[in-house]
């Protein structure tokens, strides 16, 4: 009796945080979106100004933020769902319509940024500088399609 009870309450528990999942508010879909980017941002930036000679080059540093922005590259997508492009966000409607081409912009997005880990972990700017602008072309074809 006892197991069926912890049953019982384990399929209830599942089905309410299928529930709440399911019941993300486009806000919030937005929000996470956002977040997301201003962490991007908050490591790309940087290994921009590295690239740039602006800042002295730290291997060790830009090592740490391509990884977390191979990282990072994983997580959008998830945040883009119908109905959240009213209000509040600069990303285009224009996503829902071409959705396959997003997604595979998407894909770019993580495999340059993994290959940009790869080259970080050289050490050797030579290598880095071409994935740093490779990474840098797919988020500005990105933002040319579907950002306002």
């Known amino acids: ?13 599942g089905a309410l945080s299928m529930t709440a999942l399911a019941e993300i508010k486009p806000f919030e879909a937005v929000e996470y979106r956002k977040g997301i980017f201003k962490a991007v941002k908050w490591q790309f930036g940087p290994m921009g100004d590295m690239v740039k000679g602006k800042i002295d080059y730290d291997a060790e540093e830009f090592s740490r933020r391509a990884t977390n922005l191979a990282a990072l590259s994983h997580m959008p997508l998830e945040g883009f769902r119908a109905g959240t ?5 600069s990303a285009l409607p224009s996503i829902e319509d ?3 081409t997003f997604a595979d912009t998407m894909t770019q997005f993580q495999n340059n940024t993994a290959a940009l880990q790869q080259a970080a972990a050289s050490g050797d700017m030579k290598t880095i500088k071409p994935a740093f602008i490779t990474v840098a072309r797919t988020c500005k074809s990105c933002h040319d399609k579907f950002k306002d």
């Open 98 to 100: 071409d959705w396959q």
């Open 1 to 13: 009796m006892k197991a069926l009870k912890q049953v019982t309450l384990a399929a209830v528990l």
């Open 85 to 89: 492009y009213a209000s509040s966000t």
